[in-house]
């Protein structure tokens, strides 16, 4: 069984950091594509940030320059350095992963609370 277990989130006022985690029982963690989503009350899902095998990262475009995605292979674990952050980066953080570069997403954590105060 694939199981991914953020961790990381917390309550910081506005400009401070985060960093999220992922922890990942995933054996051949190495070819799967990583990503983080986040969700706010009232809110559709959003795509956050993403990690390919090759290492090849996007981002969100309101969060590029303040997000960093990481991923430690060894560790099986992806990371999610969130800087600068702002109110409305509140949500809850979702980690997950597939198999394809390309295509659906087929395992996801059971999410982290961020809640950034003003």
């Known amino acids: 069984q694939v199981q991914l277990v953020e961790s990381g989130g917390g309550l910081v006022q506005t400009g401070g950091s985060l960093r999220l985690s992922c922890a990942a029982s995933?054996?051949?963690?190495?070819?799967?594509?990583m990503g983080w989503f986040r969700q706010a009350p009232g809110k559709e899902r959003e795509f956050v940030a993403g990690?390919?095998?090759?290492?090849?990262?996007t981002y969100l475009d309101s969060v590029k320059g303040r997000f960093t995605i990481s991923r430690d292979n060894a560790k099986k674990t992806v990371y999610l350095q969130m800087n600068s952050l702002k109110p409305e980066d509140t949500a809850v953080y979702y980690c997950?992963?597939?198999?394809?570069?390309?295509?659906?997403?087929?395992?996801w954590g059971q999410g982290t609370q961020v809640t950034v105060s003003s």
């Open positions: 995933i054996r051949t963690f190495s070819v799967y594509t």
């Open positions: 990690s390919s095998r090759a290492g090849t990262t």
């Open positions: 997950a992963a597939r198999q394809a570069v390309i295509g659906r997403w087929d395992y």
